[in-house]
């Protein structure tokens, strides 16, 4: 099991930058590939980035060279770096803990809550 707690989220003005950090507890963290989801109104919930537990990164098309996926096992945190924010980023953003296999990354049941983004101006 393991306890996944998001926070970070808030309102910017387009172009702005925003990092959101996902606190893990109850397990062995560094063992999960973590994934930074987001869900907007009236959308299906997508994949925004993953990193596997030795760090290997892998990108929406919509995010690459905004965002940036990152993590330090020591603190069992990931963190994901937004950059040049635009009002389409606009979601509530959800970490996720599980595999990565033949480089497609596989959800597991650990959820966090959810941190609400919003960029507008």
């Known amino acids: 099991q393991v306890q996944l707690v998001e926070s970070g989220g808030g309102l910017v003005q387009p172009g702005g930058s925003l990092r959101l950090s996902c606190a893990a507890s109850?397990?062995?963290?560094?063992?999960?590939?973590m994934g930074w989801y987001r869900q907007a109104p009236g959308k299906q919930r997508e994949l925004v980035a993953d990193i596997t537990s030795g760090g290997s990164t892998n990108y929406a098309e919509s995010v690459k060279g905004r965002f940036t996926i990152s993590r330090d096992n020591a603190k069992n945190t990931v963190y994901l770096q937004m950059n040049s924010l635009k009002p389409e980023d606009t979601a509530v953003y959800s970490c996720?803990?599980?595999?990565?296999?033949?480089?497609?990354?596989?959800?597991?049941?650990?959820w966090g809550q959810g941190t609400q983004v919003t960029v507008s101006s």
């Open positions: 109850g397990s062995d963290f560094s063992i999960y590939a």
């Open positions: 996720n803990a599980g595999t990565r296999y033949s480089g497609t990354y596989y959800p597991y049941r650990y």
